[in-house]
């Protein structure tokens, strides 16, 4: 096993070497929840990226077996693999992006909200372990619900004096992913090309497509509107009844959790123009936190964008979200302060 060290620790030289002669730049990244659903194909994806030159896979559960799994292929990331509670510390020191899916998910009659009590809990510990070890992370946090899970997170952050909101990021991506799929179908276009901001929050009523804004420029009738706003808002239960008790998204929520973290990497290495839907603190709306457009670089979300012209639908539903999300909101911010 110290020969193992010792070798992965002479590759990493090695690529450091590397870099330092004008190779690609790599970042570090940790995957906490990495065993699970979601983690295993993360792991998977993330070990695909040429950006990630070091993953970090942690776990409280079966960690080992998917480090050396996903360590074999043939791509330029070193993996390495955390078990327990007591190697958290290691898993996080030094690393440049934080990617959470550790929780439990839905079972089919469940809502997110009905994960609070233990995913809570669980946010809690590794954003207290991030404060300690890497502060200046960027974070994606997946583990549900993530309208209380990302106030939660802040509150931790503020607690330690180490809160910077640009770094600390609610994935909203797979609602995007999704819309972007439906939307797709119902204009015959492929769905790469098609782009659909999904603001608000990432749960029923709180995900709001902006159908007005599609790009490419395009209308919809009532109808139309009407069964792509209520498929988007309810594409997670679509799944959880579909997998009928064994679990929620996790293959496109893996690929969804991919896409959001190289655009936070590409941010990260300076590239221009990097534009993606998150949940993150916010002046939007009156609410403290709320999803909408940013831009990443280099400090974490460095600009929030305003909503845009809605249509008087649009208006209504927003109105449902802000509601629904000032409660979601003060749970998680409660749960800290009491
Ligand atoms: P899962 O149960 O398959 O995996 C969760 C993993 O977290 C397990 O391997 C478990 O051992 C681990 N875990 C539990 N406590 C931990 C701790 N204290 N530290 C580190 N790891 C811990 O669940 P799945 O399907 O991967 O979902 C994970 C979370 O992601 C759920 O909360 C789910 O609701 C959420 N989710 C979020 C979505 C989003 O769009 N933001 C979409 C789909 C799911």
């Given at each position: 096993?110290?020969?193992?060290?010792?070798?992965?620790?002479?590759?990493?030289?090695?690529?450091?070497?590397?870099?330092?002669?004008?190779?690609?730049?790599?970042?570090?990244?940790?995957?906490?929840?990495?065993?699970?659903?979601?983690?295993?194909?993360?792991?998977m994806l993330m070990k695909m990226?040429?950006?990630?030159?070091?993953?970090?896979?942690?776990?409280?559960?079966?960690?080992?077996?998917?480090?050396?799994?996903?360590?074999?292929?043939?791509?330029?990331?070193?993996?390495?693999?955390?078990?327990?509670?007591?190697?958290?510390?290691?898993?996080?020191?030094?690393?440049?992006?934080?990617?959470?899916?550790?929780?439990?998910?839905?079972?089919?009659?469940?809502?997110?909200?009905?994960?609070?009590?233990?995913?809570?809990?669980?946010?809690?510990?590794?954003?207290?372990?991030?404060?300690?070890?890497?502060?200046?992370?960027?974070?994606?946090?997946?583990?549900?619900?993530?309208?209380?899970?990302?106030?939660?997170?802040?509150?931790?952050?503020?607690?330690?004096?180490?809160?910077?909101?640009?770094?600390?990021?609610?994935?909203?991506?797979?609602?995007?992913?999704?819309?972007?799929?439906?939307?797709?179908?119902?204009?015959?276009?492929?769905?790469?090309?098609?782009?659909?901001?999904?603001?608000?929050?990432?749960?029923?009523?709180?995900?709001?497509?902006?159908?007005?804004?599609?790009?490419p420029p395009c209308s919809f009738?009532?109808?139309?509107?009407?069964?792509?706003?209520?498929?988007?808002?309810?594409?997670?239960?679509?799944?959880?009844?579909?997998?009928?008790?064994?679990?929620?998204?996790?293959?496109?929520?893996?690929?969804?959790?991919?896409?959001?973290?190289?655009?936070?990497?590409?941010?990260?290495?300076?590239?221009?123009?990097?534009?993606?839907?998150?949940?993150?603190?916010?002046?939007?709306?009156?609410?403290?936190?709320?999803?909408?457009?940013?831009?990443?670089?280099?400090?974490?979300?460095?600009?929030?964008?305003?909503?845009?012209?809605?249509?008087?639908?649009?208006?209504?539903?927003?109105?449902?979200?802000?509601?629904?999300?000032?409660?979601?909101?003060?749970?998680?911010?409660?749960?800290?302060?009491?």
């Amino acid at each position: 096993r110290s020969s193992n060290l010792q070798m992965e620790e002479s590759s990493i030289l090695r690529r450091a070497n590397c870099r330092a002669k004008g190779g690609a730049p790599g970042f570090k990244v940790a995957i906490l929840g990495a065993a699970g659903g979601i983690g295993q194909p993360l792991a998977m994806l993330m070990k695909m990226n040429p950006l990630v030159s070091v993953l970090h896979l942690y776990d409280v559960v079966n960690s080992p077996g998917v480090t050396a799994d996903v360590s074999h292929m043939d791509t330029g990331a070193v993996v390495r693999g955390f078990l327990g509670q007591q190697q958290l510390e290691s898993a996080l020191t030094g690393m440049d992006l934080v990617v959470i899916p550790a929780g439990v998910p839905r079972k089919p009659g469940m809502t997110r909200d009905d994960l609070f009590k233990i995913n809570a809990g669980i946010v809690k510990t590794l954003c207290e372990g991030i404060a300690k070890c890497c502060p200046h992370a960027i974070i994606n946090l997946i583990s549900n619900p993530v309208n209380s899970t990302v106030p939660i997170a802040a509150e931790v952050f503020k607690k330690a004096g180490t809160f910077d909101p640009k770094r600390l990021l609610g994935v909203t991506m797979l609602d995007v992913v999704r819309a972007n799929t439906f939307v797709a179908e119902i204009l015959g276009l492929d769905p790469r090309e098609v782009d659909v901001p999904v603001v608000g929050g990432h749960a029923g009523v709180t995900i709001l497509p902006l159908l007005s804004q599609v790009k490419p420029p395009c209308s919809f009738t009532q109808e139309e509107i009407k069964y792509l706003t209520d498929r988007i808002q309810n594409g997670g239960t679509e799944v959880v009844e579909a997998k009928a008790g064994a679990g929620s998204a996790t293959l496109s929520m893996a690929y969804a959790a991919a896409k959001f973290a190289d655009a936070c990497l590409r941010g990260l290495r300076g590239d221009a123009g990097i534009v993606e839907c998150s949940f993150v603190a916010s002046q939007v709306t009156e609410l403290p936190f709320f999803a909408s457009k940013v831009r990443l670089g280099r400090a974490g979300a460095e600009e929030i964008y305003p909503l845009g012209p809605l249509n008087e639908y649009e208006r209504v539903g927003l109105e449902k979200a802000k509601k629904e999300l000032a409660g979601s909101i003060e749970k998680g911010i409660s749960f800290i302060r009491k």
